[in-house]
């Protein structure tokens, strides 16, 4: 976790993948420094101070997403991105707004799961090389009725002992019992509960299948499988005897308590709209007044147990072109206390977001079309005539920002891609006027690039 990076640290990492927007990464940058500053205080003093939720407001493309996806990696917290436009008034049909908390926490769990699998991982692997090698030699060495293995105990008599059992770990290692089969216990699906799904009672429909799966254990059975196979499936039997549960769930609950994120986009979709019907402005109101107890803190009960939102970061995002984040109910409006505006962008974000980013389309393209024994390689005139498309047409059609660059992409690299194999071992130069060509039909016919571009 990279929580100890500096405001200033944390914006440059976000400019690795991000172009532009430097209004919004120090917001967020900040936002995410005072979640460690608040950890550093005294316990009463802990639990007064509340996170500075986040509006970020922005037409799409532009980069709102990103940066929240981006700062949560950074920060080793759990994310989830949600959009408000899934949830209803409670009465209605469609999802319980508390569902993102549960969703939450799920991933919290999964995370912390997978943080104790890797350290346990040495130890599972030799656990599993034990247990695969009884598989393989039941003789060998002591096994229990059940079939599971005995604590290993390898020292060099048990070695000299068994000459045949290090053999079989020789073989092992080198990859020659690779294809071999061995008969494996695995657990079987347990007792199948039937339940007719009702739209927005998911959850009430998850809990009740783990309550089941409880009640009734999982039967287990012996199936057929390769060494390899085997082995994989005794390394995540074996972590999982490692892993303490409990202490999984205690350890995530924490976190996502304390640091978790929930991206809330589309949030102006629930805003009163000005032309709406008063029917639907009700539901959206509704669904604001659902959403301002979870905002500002409160208990959601969850399959983990119950767990407090108060210190949640929420940061929401939306286009807000027909509705102001002064649409919102006033208690709602006062939960977000931050805005940021993220402007449109121009032809030189388009060329940086086409040069400069560690993962960027050009870096990806090159690559894939590298498989097929295909160097492309871009030209600096070609990246600018893309750029000034991507600005022109964005300017003249909708908005949809740095998506609009896969379009254009696409549509350039059409021919490439199609007859990629038939090409192996040319270089192919995309320069500006290779650009032009390629979009020249389109370009002519504006008409046209509503519907392709």
Avoid at 52 to 60: C, D, L, R
Avoid at 164 to 189: A, C, I, M, Q
Avoid at 278 to 291: A, C, F, Y
Avoid at 381 to 395: D, P
């Amino acid at each position: 976790m990279q929580a100890t990076l500096t405001p200033p640290q944390i914006v440059a990492e976000l400019n690795k993948f991000i172009v532009g927007q430097e209004e919004a990464k120090r917001m967020v940058a900040i936002a995410l420094r005072n979640r460690w500053r608040r950890r550093q205080l005294e316990p009463e003093l802990q639990e007064e101070v509340a996170p500075k939720n986040i509006i970020m407001i922005g037409p799409t493309g532009v980069g709102k997403t990103e940066i929240a996806r981006r700062l949560a990696r950074l920060a080793g917290s759990p994310f989830f991105k949600v959009e408000a436009s899934k949830f209803t008034e409670v009465g209605y049909v469609g999802r319980d707004v508390e569902s993102m908390v549960r969703d939450l926490m799920e991933i919290g769990v999964n995370m912390v799961r997978q943080e104790e699998t890797d350290r346990v991982k040495d130890k599972a692997e030799q656990l599993a090389e034990e247990a695969l090698l009884d598989l393989l030699l039941p003789s060998s060495r002591g096994q229990s009725q059940s079939g599971q293995s005995q604590p290993a105990e390898t020292d060099s008599g048990e070695q000299a002992e068994n000459p045949t059992r290090e053999k079989f770990r020789r073989l092992w290692r080198d990859g020659k019992l690779n294809d071999r089969l061995v008969d494996v216990e695995v657990e079987g699906p347990g007792m199948q509960v039937g339940m007719m799904a009702m739209p927005g009672m998911e959850d009430m429909e998850m809990q009740f299948r783990d309550m089941f799966s409880r009640m009734f254990p999982k039967k287990k059975k012996t199936r057929k499988m390769k060494v390899q196979d085997a082995y994989e499936h005794l390394v995540q039997q074996e972590s999982d005897r490692l892993i303490d549960q409990d202490k999984v769930m205690e350890l995530a609950k924490e976190r996502v308590e304390q640091s978790g994120i929930i991206f809330l986009d589309e949030l102006d979709k629930v805003c009163a709209s000005q032309g709406g019907s008063k029917q639907t402005d009700i539901s959206r109101e509704g669904v604001q007044r659902d959403l301002l107890p979870v905002v500002e803190g409160c208990v959601v009960n969850t399959k983990y147990g119950m767990l407090r939102t108060d210190h949640i970061l929420f940061i929401a995002a939306g286009a807000f072109h027909y509705a102001k984040p002064s649409d919102l109910i006033p208690e709602l409006q006062g939960r977000f206390p931050l805005r940021v505006e993220l402007g449109p962008l121009q032809q030189q974000e388009f060329y940086q977001i086409l040069t400069e980013p560690q993962n960027s389309l050009t870096i990806q393209y090159r690559a894939l079309l590298s498989t097929e024994g295909l160097e492309v390689e871009f030209d600096q005139e070609g990246l600018w005539e893309i750029a000034a498309y991507a600005q022109r047409i964005n300017e003249e059609t909708e908005n949809i920002g740095a998506r609009r660059l896969y379009t254009l992409l696409e549509k350039v690299l059409h021919e490439l891609s199609f007859t990629a194999a038939e090409q192996s071992g040319n270089k192919v130069v995309i320069d500006a006027q290779y650009v032009k060509d390629q979009l020249k039909d389109i370009e002519e016919n504006r008409d046209l690039s509503r519907y392709i571009l």
